[in-house]
């Protein structure tokens, strides 16, 4: 064999391993892309309307794709009976009764409230992910993995920051607060 021959083995075989690589790590992070049906009418704004209704770590989380440190946000700890809607626009995105405690220190579903969301590849920060947009205004929200817990196998891993938890019967769990000799 010459050494043409030899560094041609070799490039086959690095790429193969790469490619290899790429397959079983994908396996493990990717969910196939999917676009949400819109509920209602798609919510559009500017920056500046964005940064007026939002608090500075809304907005950063939704709007400029941030994520909030672990073990930090309102709701990685949170386990009241309730939905959970978007912080931009309002629209539903998770019921409590699919949430679950993945120790990860972020707010973690199995699945969303309906056809809500949208998943999109994401290969920022070197990584291979999919992420998670509110299908009505285009928030980003966290990301999905295929680790999660039956029965879907997946686990949305959230920004409380992106979401505004409200009680399975709004009305009347602000009527018991409000009420005079209520607990
Ligand atoms: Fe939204």
């Known amino acids: 064999m010459t050494r043409v021959q030899i560094g041609a083995v070799l490039v086959g075989a690095t790429l193969l391993l790469v490619w290899g690589f790429i397959r079983v790590i994908s396996r493990w992070t990717i969910v196939p892309e999917h676009q949400a049906t819109i509920q209602g009418e798609r919510i559009t704004k500017s ?3 964005w940064r007026q209704i939002l608090s500075p770590m809304q907005y950063y989380v939704t709007r400029q794709k941030g994520t909030e440190r672990a073990f930090t946000g309102e709701y990685w700890d949170h386990h009241e009976d309730g939905v959970y809607r978007c912080v931009c626009c309002g629209q539903v995105l998770f ?4 949430k679950f405690d993945s120790g990860t220190g972020w707010p973690s579903f199995w699945e969303p409230a309906g056809d ?3 998943l999109l590849p994401d290969h920022s920060h070197l990584m291979v992910r999919t992420e998670v947009v509110c299908g009505r205004c ?3 929200l966290g990301h999905v993995f295929p680790d ?3 029965p879907t196998g997946r686990r949305y891993c959230m920004n409380s920051a992106a979401l505004k938890f409200e009680h399975r019967n709004a ?3 602000s009527r018991a607060s409000t009420s005079p000799g209520q607990k």
């Open 138 to 140: 285009g928030a980003h």
């Open 47 to 49: 920056d500046e309307e």
């Open 116 to 118: 809500c969301v949208s």
């Open 95 to 98: 019921d409590s009764r699919t």
């Open 148 to 150: 999660g817990p039956p």
């Open 171 to 173: 009305d009347s769990a």
